[in-house]
């Protein structure tokens, strides 16, 4: 250390004895002083390059030439020697071009400045350049936000700091390209500055949040801060009362919003959960944004059992809530009867005119049929029977479902066109 001490004293001291000696140097009687060929050059570098000022000097002679950072006031060269104990700076001297250079390698962020070269006359010279070091811009995670989860109602602050040379400009954007709502009456698509205040945050406030630095050397670089917003769950029931008929297939529905995910189920009136079986089909779809959720419940097969009421249930961390849907009996479908009876004189007309076509009885008129409820005796039948079973005088077609099979419908029918006919016929 003192070695280096006494180098650096003893060219100081040869700096200032060659200024002392310059001076009185003359030629035809007149001091001749050195002279700059021209200015120095500012320069642009990016981190981590080399850069080179050039100083060009005529008529040196026996003065000396130092380099000198101007912000740390640092004499950095004299002459062919470096004074700074940085080892990336260093000095060269190309005497036919009269030019001293300085070298500067892997430049970093502290070197910009400006730079001086300086001869050491009587009134000191000076010529400067400027360097200045550019640096992309760069995320300091440590002084950065990390992901956040506030409760909704709650105020949220984010911070994004952000380096670089120059210094970058920092934007905030959503993910989703949705405007950033700043307060309730202040909402725009993006926002500048390293912090970002979010006021009395609710759910629609949720999602992904985009720190991006820039100060136009690429590359851009951002940083991805999730909200999260906390809030009990809610329900809405679209369909609360259901008519059902037994047989057929019921569908229930709710919707939900809870954060965090809330746990979702159905139960019956007697509070039994209801599993995903053979009788019920459970689906879960999940909505946009996420923290919706459709629930649906399908019974399969209505029986007796089945109707009542039926609950959806929502739980998270910060509360619980329920709603009911009561599925009850509709009833067999509403169903209505057209009877049609022929008099009995039609029949008996009939009757007389139906010859018997079983073989052996050509020319025969067949036995008359019988009047409504008798007997070929004249005694009372039974009502219940159908009419058609005591020889057709009664015949009914049912409109409807659950009272009469369609073959019956059918033969009725049939019968009723072929006696219509045989007495057109017949006339």
Known sequence: ??????????????????????????????????????????????????????????????????????????????????????????????????????????????????????????????????????????????????????????????????????????????????????????????????????NKVSRMDMGAYLCIASNGHPPIVSKRILVSVDFPPMLWIPHQLIAALRGNEVLLECYTEAHPTSLNYWTRGDSNMIYDSEKFHIEHKVGNPGYKIHMLLTIRYMEDEDFGTYRCVAKNPRGETDGAIKVYDAGPPATTTIATTIPTEVLDDINNQVLDRSPGARGRKRTQLQSPGKAVDGTL???????????????????????????????????????????????
């Open 381 to 427: 039948k039974d009502s219940s029977r159908p009419p058609y079973a005591d020889g057709l005088d009664l015949f009914e077609i049912s409109i409807g479902t659950g009272h009469r099979s369609m073959a019956s419908r059918s033969l009725a029918a049939l019968v009723m066109v072929i006696l219509i006919i045989n007495r057109t016929l017949l006339s």
């Open 1 to 198: 250390m003192r070695r280096v001490c006494h180098a650096a004293l003893n060219l100081l001291c040869c700096y200032v004895a060659a200024a002392l000696a310059a001076q009185t140097e003359t030629r035809g009687g007149k001091p001749r002083d050195p002279v700059f060929l021209g200015d120095i050059s500012n320069q642009t570098v990016a981190e981590g390059r080399t850069v080179r000022f050039a100083c060009r000097v005529d008529y040196l002679g026996p003065h000396k030439l130092a380099w000198i950072h101007y912000e740390n006031s640092a004499i950095l060269t004299v002459a062919n020697h470096v004074i700074t104990r940085n080892d990336r700076i260093s000095v060269t001297h190309d005497k036919h071009q009269k030019t001293w250079y300085l070298h500067i390698a892997d430049v970093k962020e502290s070197d910009t400045g400006k730079y001086m070269c300086q001869i050491n006359t009587a009134s000191a010279m000076t010529v400067a350049g400027y360097l200045t070091v550019v640096v992309p811009p760069d995320i300091v995670d440590s002084e950065s936000s990390g992901d956040v989860i506030a409760q909704e109602g709650n105020d949220v602050k984010l911070r994004c700091k952000a380096r670089g040379s120059p210094k970058p400009i920092v934007t905030w954007k959503r993910e989703d390209g949705n405007p950033i709502t700043v307060n309730k009456t202040l909402s725009v698509i993006d926002h500048k500055g390293e912090v970002l205040t979010l």
